[in-house]
């Protein structure tokens, strides 16, 4: 495809229960990021991938929360035992990888988001 | 939390006018990145700006950085309607595998 997708769009969960949420990332991109978007306010990090290697998970809230890309592909990040404060929407994003120069990172390319509500 | 504070929070101008959007940064950067989202999408990057420039264009946009003050600012010129969204400002941390974004300005521009 020609950017990053994410499945599904929209989720409604009752409060306890788990979802999965999934992050295609374009082609070839080595990196790929999740991020927590709460109504009104900017993407805070949650978890980092370098190929199939999680190298950083320091943004994940509590436990419930884990993120997996086993063959360096798809993504899907999971919550288990939703709760009310976990709405909000995660946006997955993927980068070719390469550092650039002095700038330290490269474009980060986000998909549309998926927008999770927790009853 | 976040790196950085935008204001305004909120701005609404004429079609035609010129928006400026400011961004605070707390720590150090290697480079302060723009991005815009559109309601219900995802973010699109802008301009990236390195910590050893003061200035950048692309098309309408122009942004400054003044690391001395740990501050940017965007500047869209003759705006549009669909210029219309919210905008953030956004840094990467040393190792940049994240970035780490302000609260953001939603901008609205009437046709």
């Known amino acids: 495809g020609a950017g990053v997708s994410q499945s599904p769009r929209y989720k409604v969960a009752k409060r306890g229960q788990d979802v999965a949420l999934r992050c295609d990332p374009i082609?070839?991109?080595?990196?790929l990021f999740w991020y927590q978007q709460a109504l009104g306010q900017g993407p805070e990090f949650l978890t980092y991938?370098?190929?199939?290697?999680?190298?950083?998970k320091s943004g994940l809230p509590s436990d419930r929360f884990f993120a997996e890309r086993p063959e360096g592909s798809v993504s899907t990040l999971k919550i288990q035992r939703t709760q009310q404060e976990d709405s909000a929407v995660y946006l997955c994003a993927s980068s070719m990888g390469r550092l650039v120069g002095i700038s330290g990172t490269d474009t980060q390319y986000f998909g549309p988001g998926t927008r999770l509500t927790v009853l | 939390s976040q790196q950085g504070e935008e204001d305004p929070q909120a701005l609404s101008i004429q079609e035609g006018e010129n928006a400026t959007m400011n961004c605070s940064y707390k720590?150090?950067?290697?480079?302060l990145q723009w991005y815009r989202q559109n309601s219900g999408r995802g973010l699109v990057h802008l301009i990236l700006i390195r910590s050893n420039e003061r200035e950048k264009h692309s098309g309408r946009l122009r942004v400054t950085l003044d690391t001395s003050k740990k501050s940017s600012s965007l500047l869209i010129t003759a705006s549009r309607a669909a210029d219309t969204a919210s905008y953030f400002c956004?840094?990467?941390?040393?190792?940049?595998?994240?970035?780490?974004f302000g609260g953001g300005t939603r901008l609205m521009v009437k046709p």
């Open positions: 956004a840094s990467p941390n040393n190792a940049g595998n994240m970035l780490t």
């Open positions: 720590t150090s950067i290697n480079n």
């Open positions: 991938f370098q190929n199939e290697a999680q190298l950083d």
């Open positions: 082609s070839g991109h080595v990196s």
